[in-house]
T-cell receptor, first 113, second 112 residues
C-alpha cells in the first residue's frame, strides 16, 4: 500500500517565524511531489511542485526533497496569519501525469498574530 | 485566469435520485479527476480520465459513473444517491506535461 504521511497538527507558529511542514512517502520510485494549500471550506490550491533532490524556492516558500530518505518538506518564511490553512502533501508515484496521485492527510497550520 | 468550473457550489438531493455533477476546464488539459473529501478520510479518487471518452476507476468508484464526451467537460453521475454519498466533491485537471492539479471550487452535496 503506497502511503503519504504527514503530521496532522495543528502546528502553531508566531507571526514572522518559519513554519516547517514535513511529509514522508513509502514508494521509493516516486517522481513528482506537490504541496497544496487548502483554506477552510475551500478547494486545494497548488503552491509548490518539486521533481529533483534539493531545494526549490518560490517567494516565501521553499520545498525540499530528499529521495534517499523519502522525505519532502515545505518551509514558509516570515509566516503570516493568511498562511493559516491545511497543507496537503501529494506524491505521484508513477511516470505519467495521470498516475494516481496519493494525497497525505494534511497538516493544519495556525499562524498566531 | 485559468479555471476549473463546477456547476454547483451547494446541492441537496433526495435518496434514490440520479445526480449529475458537471466540471468544465478552460486550460485544454488532457487529464481530469473527480475526488471526494470527507473529514478524517482526506481526498479519495473516484474516477479519472486522461483523454476524451476514456475513463479509469479510482479508489472508490462504487455508486458512481462518469462521462467525458468533450475534452473540456467531465461529468460525475451518482446513479442512485444515498446518504453515504453526502460529501464535498472536487474536480481537478492537469496537463500531460505538468503534473500539478488545478481544482475547481467544489460541490458540497447533501443527500437527504
Amino acid at each position: 500500500q503506497k502511503e503519504v504521511e504527514q503530521n496532522s497538527g495543528p502546528l502553531s507558529v508566531p507571526e514572522g517565524a518559519i513554519a516547517s511542514l514535513n511529509c514522508t512517502y513509502s514508494d521509493r520510485g516516486s517522481q513528482s511531489f506537490f504541496w497544496y494549500r487548502q483554506y477552510s471550506g475551500k478547494s486545494p490550491e497548488l503552491i509548490m511542485s518539486i521533481y529533483s533532490n534539493g531545494d526549490k524556492e518560490d517567494g516565501r516558500f521553499t520545498a525540499q526533497l530528499n529521495k534517499a530518505s523519502q522525505y519532502v518538506s515545505l518551509l514558509i518564511r516570515d509566516s503570516q496569519p493568511s498562511d493559516s490553512a491545511t497543507y496537503l502533501c501529494a506524491v505521484n508515484p508513477g511516470k505519467t501525469s495521470y498516475d494516481k496521485v496519493i494525497f497525505g492527510p494534511g497538516t493544519s497550520l495556525s499562524v498566531i498574530p | 485566469d485559468v479555471k476549473v468550473t463546477q456547476s454547483s457550489r451547494y446541492l441537496v438531493k433526495r435518496t434514490g435520485e440520479k445526480v449529475f455533477l458537471e466540471c468544465v476546464q478552460d486550460m485544454d488539459h488532457e487529464n481530469m479527476f473527480w475526488y471526494r473529501q470527507d473529514p478524517g478520510l482526506g481526498l479519495r479518487l473516484i474516477y479519472f480520465s486522461y483523454d476524451v471518452k476514456m475513463k479509469e476507476k479510482g479508489d472508490i468508484p462504487e455508486g458512481y459513473s462518469v462521462s467525458r464526451e468533450k475534452k473540456e467537460r467531465f461529468s460525475l453521475i451518482l446513479e442512485s444517491a444515498s446518504t453515504n454519498q453526502t460529501s464535498m466533491y472536487l474536480c481537478a485537471s492537469s496537463s500531460r506535461n505538468n503534473y500539478g492539479y488545478t481544482f475547481g471550487s467544489g460541490t458540497r452535496l447533501t443527500v437527504v
